[in-house]
């Protein structure tokens, strides 16, 4: 069955504090209004929308569009990965966003309001970007997840798990990010890790270290302002052990990208990061918690095609 001309809608209804779920009638009338063809399900647990990309596309559909915020589109991109019927740069991604963070629309100038993200989604201006994959473990088991946007480790893994405890009773926000960053501060400490970058090793007391493909996260941070979707590389950035006073004092230099002139901050390119630690160092990818090291990541270069904004 070929539904390569039609969409498929993944509707997070729990996204943005119900967001997803109190705003999709406005939504589908837009979808309606501006012609274009759909089916739409909603998500009812967590990864689930991993299960329903998976299915769909090997249904026959080519093109979705996720409703949702970033985690629902990571869950989309680990359904596009592990489905059998289309190399996974022929599935693509649109995004219509009611999430708290919307990181990974900001760096292609997806909007955030309703009737302009449709017409980005209309006019169907579409580009190849990077996916990550990430190999480690989680209850001594070994795992694998792909991602879209970036991953973070040590204190922002932290940060991310207090701030999806906070979403999952319903309280997530726009500040949900800021409160854990604040209340994490308080107990966490740094790991030495020994990274290593295409095959050069560095050893490092790492307070916060991302792999990122795209610009952005906890909400508008902007942790890796040089990155580039579509370069075949990861850009990482390592924060060395640093006072808490120091992390306040800096919370706006992460937001304009100007932090990475400090002295606690490593920046490095690669398309292979291998990471090991004692004691773990846990993860994140696109705001999802995951598990800790040992961790391998790799880039897929224009592993996908995305919608983007102008």
Same mark, same amino acid.
């Given at each position: ?66 409703? &949702?915020? @970033? ?6 991109? !680990?359904? *596009?990965?592990?489905?059998? +019927?289309?190399? #996974? ?64 480790? &040590?204190? @922002? ?6 701030? !999806?405890? *906070?979403?999952?009773?319903? +309280?997530?926000? #726009? ?136």
């Amino acid at each position: 069955m070929d539904q390569s001309g039609e969409w498929f809608v993944i509707v997070n209804p729990n996204a943005g504090r119900r967001k997803g779920e109190k705003d999709w009638l406005e939504i589908a009338a837009l979808l309606n209004e501006a012609g274009i063809q759909y089916t739409n399900v909603f998500t009812e647990h967590p990864n689930h929308a991993v299960k329903l990309a998976r299915k769909y596309i090997e249904n026959g559909y080519r093109k979705i569009i996720v409703v &949702g915020g @970033d985690g629902t589109l990571n869950e989309v991109v !680990n359904g *596009v990965y592990t489905q059998k +019927k289309y190399p #996974p740069k022929e599935i693509t991604l649109a995004m219509i966003s009611v999430g708290t963070g919307n990181d990974w629309g900001r760096s292609f100038n997806i909007p955030m309001g309703y009737r302009d993200a449709i017409q980005v989604i209309k006019n169907f201006n579409t580009r190849l970007q990077d996916v990550g994959r990430v190999s480690y473990l989680a209850q001594n088991l070994p795992k694998q997840r792909h991602f879209i946007n970036m991953a973070g480790l &040590g204190f @922002d893994a932290m940060v991310a798990k207090r701030t !999806n405890k *906070v979403k999952l009773k319903g +309280k997530g926000g #726009p500040f949900s990010y800021i409160i854990s960053l604040f209340t994490s501060l308080v107990s966490y400490q740094s790991i030495n890790c020994s990274v290593i970058v295409d095959g050069k090793k560095t050893s490092a007391d790492v307070f916060s270290m991302s792999v990122a493909i795209c610009r952005f996260n906890g909400g508008g941070m902007m942790q890796a302002p040089d990155a580039i979707p579509d370069d075949g590389l990861f850009d990482i950035t390592i924060i060395t052990r640093v006072s808490r006073f120091l992390v306040l004092r800096s919370i706006k230099k992460l937001y304009d990208g100007t932090f990475l002139s400090m002295p606690q901050v490593k920046t490095f390119r690669g398309a292979k990061v291998e990471i090991e630690s004692d004691p773990a160092l846990f993860l994140e990818t696109d705001g999802e918690s995951l598990g800790h090291t040992p961790m391998n990541f790799e880039i897929i270069p224009l592993g996908i095609t995305v919608v983007v904004g102008n």
